[in-house]
């Protein structure tokens, strides 16, 4: 079994910063992989942003040179360093791992992001 527990959301003007923070406990390999969705009121969730070992990461166009995500492998930990934020990165945030082996999907419980114009 995976938990995921995140950290770091809040409300921020635009234009500012916000570090999301998310530590798997489990069985976690580098190569499965990390990431973070978002979903806004009324929209679906969405992929922001993936990483693991070997893969490099991924980006969602929406967030390409405004957000960053990074992983700390040796502490189970991935980040989502988000600057330039819009009202519409207004979501809830939720940290993903999905296992390469089984190709299990893992959710963190979701991390209010509210960006104020």
């Known amino acids: 079994q995976v938990q995921l527990v995140e950290s770091g959301g809040g409300l921020v003007q635009a234009g500012g910063s916000l570090r999301l923070s998310c530590v798997a406990f489990?069985?976690?390999?580098?190569?499965?992989?990390m990431g973070w969705y978002r979903q806004a009121p009324g929209k679906q969730r969405e992929p922001v942003a993936t990483?693991?070992?070997?893969?490099?990461?991924n980006y969602a166009d929406f967030v390409k040179g405004r957000f960053t995500i990074s992983r700390d492998y040796a502490r189970n930990t991935v980040y989502l360093q988000m600057n330039s934020l819009k009202p519409e990165d207004t979501a809830v945030y939720y940290c993903?791992?999905?296992?390469?082996?089984?190709?299990?999907?893992?959710w963190g419980q979701g991390t209010q992001v509210t960006v104020s114009s």
């Open positions: 993903n791992l999905v296992k390469v082996t089984t190709g299990v999907h893992y």
């Open positions: 489990g069985s976690i390999f580098s190569n499965d992989v």
């Open positions: 990483i693991a070992s070997g893969a490099g990461a």
